[in-house]
């Protein structure tokens, strides 16, 4: 089945500090990325929406300058958390999905990224 | 407004059989998944529906009801390996985003005891 690989697993930051997760295809293309956040014990809440050589759609709620999603590349899509504070701490996922939308699509995650800001 | 409702908490023995509900309010429909979720890694594909009607793949089951936003996930000869938590999605046709997204439950957490 499709991989979609996600970096680092885990992450610990000084609060200030910026953080770059990467999540990539490995044996698809990836038109669409998803990124999600989850607390503990809360369900997925998805942050953006990224087509690949366009701008990332953000949900209500999601600073666009603080969570800089960069998708330059069929197989490669970034979450960057700048000046990350402790509220930033959580459970960070990738997922895609490979071209237009099948009638019975499925999303392909990413393994997740653990952030804790100190 | 969209909403998904799904059990908090569930307990089963190993060996029987558990059944996870969930009924949901959304604009649109064009899909319910279920998905699998073990403690900090990512959810897992398990089941899609979008007619009405039981799919059965191996040991899980999901069934449909669109009349009345309702779905639910079977699980049989439970396994310890099964402990984890199951969330419930659907694709809501009406979001103004051509992208289809899911909508999801908070998740159900499902305790095995031997």
């Known amino acids: 089945g499709a991989v979609v690989s996600q970096h680092p697993s885990w992450v610990i930051c000084k609060s200030g500090t910026s953080v770059k997760i990467e999540c990539r295809s490995l044996?698809?293309?990836?038109?669409?990325m998803f990124w999600y956040r989850q607390f503990p014990k809360q369900s997925l809440m998805l942050m953006a929406t990224?087509?690949?050589?366009?701008?990332?759609?953000?949900e209500q709620g999601v600073e666009k300058d603080k969570f800089l999603i960069n998708h330059a590349s069929l197989t490669l899509s970034t979450l960057t958390v700048t000046s990350a504070h402790p509220e930033d701490s959580s459970f960070y996922i990738c997922?895609?999905?490979?071209?237009?939308?099948?009638?019975?699509?499925?999303?392909?995650f990413g393994s997740g990224t653990q952030l804790s800001v100190l | 407004g969209q909403n998904i409702d799904q059990p908090t908490e569930m307990t089963a023995t190993e060996g029987a059989i558990v059944q996870i509900n969930c009924t949901y309010q959304?604009?649109?429909?064009?899909?319910l998944f279920w998905y699998q979720q073990h403690a900090g890694e990512a959810p897992t594909f398990l089941s899609y529906?979008?007619l009405d009607g039981l799919e059965e793949k191996g040991r899980f089951s999901s069934f449909l009801s669109r009349s009345k936003g309702y779905s639910y996930l079977l699980l049989k000869e439970l396994q310890m390996k099964d402990s984890a938590s199951y969330l419930c999605?659907?694709?809501?046709?009406?979001?103004?985003?051509?992208?289809?997204?899911?909508?999801w439950g908070a998740g159900t957490k499902l305790i095995i005891k031997p």
């Open positions: 997922s895609a999905r490979a071209g237009i939308g099948g009638f019975n699509e499925k999303l392909f």
């Open positions: 044996d698809f293309q990836a038109t669409t």
């Open positions: 990224s087509n690949e050589g366009s701008k990332a759609t953000y």
């Open positions: 959304t604009s649109g429909f064009n899909g």
């Open positions: 529906n979008v």
């Open positions: 999605a659907v694709r809501d046709s009406g979001h103004v985003d051509s992208n289809y997204q899911l909508i």
